[in-house]
Nanobody, 124 residues
Framework: QVQLVESGGGLVQAGGSLRLACAAS????????MAWFRQALGKEREFVAA????????YYADSVKGRFTISRDNAKNTGTLQMNSLKPDDTAVYYC?????????????????WGYGTQVTVSS
């Protein structure tokens, strides 16, 4: 069983940067693909980025490609999301997720482990 805890959210002005961290506990995190999703107020949860178990492959939503970078350090049981050039539309609660499989999936229903989220607010 894997537990995930996000951190690093906060308030930032447009154009600024934040780095989110996902601390994982559990024996098999290193074999699981992980991803970030976000949910803005009044909106459905949406895919942001994902990474394979080894970190060899990444995938990004078009809305964040070129601005966000997902990475992981399996030796430390951590995942990160570096967010640059932030926009007000990036404002949301960001969730770290993992799935009991090594490949990337884009649908939230494919992920069976979730953190409780961290708030990111980007002001104009």
């Amino acid at each position: 069983q894997v537990q995930l805890v996000e951190s690093g959210g906060g308030l930032v002005q447009a154009g600024g940067s934040l780095r989110l961290a996902c601390a994982a506990s559990g024996r098999f995190f290193s074999s699981y693909a992980m991803a970030w999703f976000r949910q803005a107020l009044g909106k459905e949860r949406e895919f942001v980025a994902a990474i394979t178990w080894s970190g060899s492959t990444t995938y990004y939503a078009d809305s964040v490609k070129g601005r966000f970078t997902i990475s992981r350090d399996n030796a430390k049981n951590t995942g990160t999301l570096q967010m640059n050039s932030l926009k007000p539309d990036d404002t949301a609660v960001y969730y770290c997720a993992a799935r009991s499989g090594g490949s990337i999936q884009l649908n939230q229903s494919e992920y069976n482990f979730w953190g409780y989220g961290t708030q990111v607010t980007v002001s104009s």
